[in-house]
């Protein structure tokens, strides 16, 4: 009777475990001291603080050089439309250098126990998105670091092409804009959507569950809301800038 007592409890210590969301840092931790978004530190932040994975933002530059950076320009130059010759000495607010994909991945290479939450950025057109996605795929294999890469984009070229490219590979779409049914049919195994979607389609979390698509939240921050998501049922993953909220939230 007590070995069936502490069974049950196991089990039931196990299920609550297995319930908890898991914490994805939003562009890195750049809310830390000596952070930026997007900066080899935030990723450094993330892993050192024990997130189980760090999100950043990849776009190609006009010479086909993917960069770590969140936003279509910087310094009001377009990053698609520029070398990278123009872009290498830009500083980030935390006073490191734009960094090279290849570069932010050698310092994945440090901390093996973090996944990598690779958004692919939506490019001018098809062709550049499908360009971006392969890139990214190549260097990704060549690295090793395939086992312990999600991907994630806005676009639905990219997934498509990143599904080609890299067929065991978890990816997710961003856009909201399609029911899990249409996410699952397109072969890719996750939505990650935003707080306004799933506020918009309450359904959404558990149909896409019982679809055994992945489920991400973005991005939610602060306390209550991070709570209200940490609490709900089928979401798997949440992506935020405060990790150290989140951790406070799901230990109480
Ligand atoms: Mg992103």
């Known amino acids: 009777m007590f070995k069936h007592f502490t069974l049950f409890l196991f089990a039931l210590c196990s299920l609550s475990a297995l319930s908890q969301p898991h914490v994805v840092a939003h562009r890195g931790y750049w809310r830390a001291d000596g952070s930026a978004q997007n900066s080899i530190t935030s990723f450094q932040k993330a892993a050192s603080i024990g997130c189980w994975g760090s999100e950043f933002d990849v776009w190609l530059t006009a010479d086909g050089v993917p960069v770590v950076f969140h936003d279509a320009n910087v310094n009001g130059i377009r990053i ?5 010759a123009t872009l290498m000495n830009i500083q980030l607010k935390n006073g490191e250098f734009i960094p090279t994909l290849q570069q932010y991945l050698q310092e994945a290479l440090r901390w093996p126990d973090i996944r990598l939450i690779f958004e692919v950025k939506p490019h001018r057109n098809a062709k550049r998105d499908a360009l971006a996605s392969e890139m990214s795929v190549e260097l990704i294999n060549m690295l090793g670091l395939a086992s312990r890469t999600d991907y994630i984009s806005f676009s639905k070229n990219a997934c498509k092409r990143l ?4 067929p065991d590979a978890k990816i997710a779409y961003l856009s909201g804009d399609l029911a899990p049914q249409e996410v699952k049919e397109m072969g890719l ?11 918009k389609h309450p359904e959404w979390p558990l149909e896409a569950k019982n679809l055994g698509l992945e489920v991400n939240v973005w991005t939610v921050d602060g306390e209550e ?6 609490k709900m049922p ?8 405060d990790p150290e909220i989140l951790f406070n939230v799901i230990k109480k």
């Open 80 to 84: 698609e439309d520029t070398t990278y």
């Open 163 to 166: 599904h080609e490219l890299a």
């Open 189 to 199: 195994t996750g939505i990650d959507y935003s707080i306004g979607t799933f506020d």
């Open 225 to 230: 809301a991070l709570g209200r998501f940490a």
């Open 234 to 241: 089928g979401i798997d993953i949440i992506t935020t800038n």
